[in-house]
């Protein structure tokens, strides 16, 4: 029987869509393409989310690759403003569901790779203060979808991995919580509407 849902962040309670976002300040496509290959694309913000470097420090590793007026838009999103504050706003429905799995009686989680940042972003978003615990990847220097995370939740909660639903934007996610021993649904309110999640977890016979 399951007794915990344990929920992703970007994506999921809250939007994380960085094209998005970058084509609110720029109008050239390649412009777009060319952070979205090099900053995002090559995978050195996940070392912000690992706790081992900061902002400023990854934008700068992507110099050598990005003219420096990108780096300047880089510089406003990241250091000069809080990006988590700004661009991510959160997804009402999301906050509703949550709320009502409290109230029939699920525990509920937050399981995220982010930077030390979320510290500042998190008090924006009400649907946090529901959570019954919280897993930040840069506090323990671990990233989804290794198997240390999760891990790491179920042994800091006391959690049984068998009696816990993980909801994930991202498949691999997904397939690393079901490694560990604990159920999960891929999927995102930017790109399916939140019926489908409810009609996914009443499949697994979770009260809504």
Known sequence: MYKNIVFDLGNVLVMYYPEKVLRKYLDDDDDVSLLMREFYGRGVINDTDRGVKT???IIEECRPYIPDRLVALLKRLYVESCYGCNEMPPFPE?????????????HVYLLSNAGRDFYVYSKKFPVLDLMDGTVISSDYKQLKPEPEIYKTLFEKYSLTPSECI?????QRNIDGALKCGMDGICFSPSFEDVTVLIEKLRSKNIKI
């Open 55 to 57: 902002y400023e420090e």
């Open 166 to 170: 993980f909801i994930d934007d991202m």
């Open 94 to 106: 999301m906050y509703s569901l949550v709320k009502k799995l409290k109230e029939n009686g699920y």
